[in-house]
């Protein structure tokens, strides 16, 4: 099952997701032994992103047909539809990346597929972070929580709230683990800086727009 990335969502909360709904046993490629999302998302080997890339084709009207693929573009589309935005809006770059069957990875050039991005503005590692009215108001508009990449880098501040992000203080990768979990049940974290109970009324997107 392949899973498309949220409006503004960032690659850590992404590729978390994928993990979780895939079973893949690979946080350490994500969270490092501090709890903290890792500095670099270096070399993920493949195999740990196999089952959530799919080999079938993109068409231009943006429906998948079951025919085969006719360019290379037309063959990647988690890699050039879906990674490679999220990656960007991360603040990391997507020249170091290479999909299974890209040139590179064929040739022998890069030792492994996987994902090998240098960080632009990303803190270095960077804590977790997140605002308990927005992840309320996401599970409202999408039925799930998910991580917004305006919570990554230097930001301290939710945009869209005026309030101070939470930030998680794990100390090791299960407690980052367990946080997450939290998070995405619209469970406050040990240290939340306010409650949902202080949060504005829902901001819904389709009454907004
Ligand atoms: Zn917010």
């Not at 500095?39 to 429906?63: M, W």
């Not at 050039?80 to 064929?106: H, I, Q, T």
């Not at 009215?133 to 799930?144: A, S």
């Not at 990554?152 to 005026?162: D, E, I, M, R, T």
Request: net charge positive.
């Amino acid at each position: 099952m392949v899973l498309i990335p949220f409006p503004n969502e960032h690659i850590y909360s992404y590729l978390y997701r994928c993990y979780r709904v895939h079973g893949v046993k690979a946080m350490k490629t994500i969270i490092d032994d501090k709890g903290r999302f890792k500095q670099r998302l270096a070399l993920i080997d493949y195999k740990y992103v196999e089952s959530f890339v799919p080999n079938i084709p993109d068409s231009s009207a943006g429906v998948w047909l079951l025919r085969e693929p006719e360019t290379n573009a037309d063959r990647f589309l988690w890699w050039n539809r879906l990674l490679f935005p999220v990656m960007e809006r991360s603040g990391f770059d997507r020249g170091g990346l290479f999909g299974p069957k890209s040139r590179a990875v064929l040739s022998g050039q890069v030792r492994a597929p996987g994902l090998k991005v240098g960080t632009k503005w990303v803190n270095c590692p960077e804590e977790i972070r997140y605002c308990p009215c927005c992840v309320r108001d996401l599970i409202y508009n999408h039925g799930t929580a998910y991580l917004l990449a305006d919570w990554l880098g230097p930001s301290a501040v939710c945009k869209q709230h005026s309030i101070k992000l939470s930030v998680v203080n794990a100390q090791s990768r299960s407690e980052a683990i367990a946080a997450l979990e939290r998070i995405f049940l619209g469970e406050a974290t040990p240290s939340p800086i306010v409650s949902t109970d202080d949060c504005a009324p829902i901001l819904s997107e389709r009454l907004a727009s």
